[in-house]
């Protein structure tokens, strides 16, 4: 069963750039969705990018063209490269797992979350 762990997180001013890691132990590479999704108090779980073991990659709207999502394969990680956070992207972020040959960005078709990471970003 696969198992993810992610860091990375930390507080950065707008403007600025920060890059968070999932490390995935188990098989992530056959027909698998790794993805990132990230939730605000009071607000419900968004997804932000996934990728697929075919290497597409998806995202928010709302990151689109600021925000990275990478996978290394040899390490068996995944990483989200932020640039440009506004206040707004304030959030505990998950890496989360799930089987899959196609990757949609929906919380109910993965099945193994991290315990998250939280990322603050002051005005």
């Known amino acids: 069963q696969v198992q993810l762990m992610e860091s990375g997180g930390g507080s950065v001013q707008a403007g600025g750039s920060l890059r968070v890691s999932c490390g995935a132990s188990g098989d992530t590479h056959n027909h698998y969705c790794l993805a990132w999704f990230r939730q605000s108090p009071g607000k419900q779980r968004e997804g932000v990018a996934v990728i697929g073991s075919d290497g597409r990659k998806t995202y928010a709207a709302s990151v689109k063209g600021r925000f990275t999502i990478s996978k290394d394969n040899a390490e068996n990680t995944l990483y989200l490269q932020m640039n440009n956070l506004d206040p707004e992207d304030t959030a505990m972020y998950y890496c989360?797992?799930?089987?899959?040959?196609?990757?949609?960005?929906?919380?109910?078709?993965?099945?193994?979350w991290g315990q998250g990471t939280q990322v603050t970003v002051s005005s």
């Open positions: 989360a797992g799930g089987p899959g040959a196609y990757c949609v960005l929906l919380p109910q078709l993965f099945v193994q």
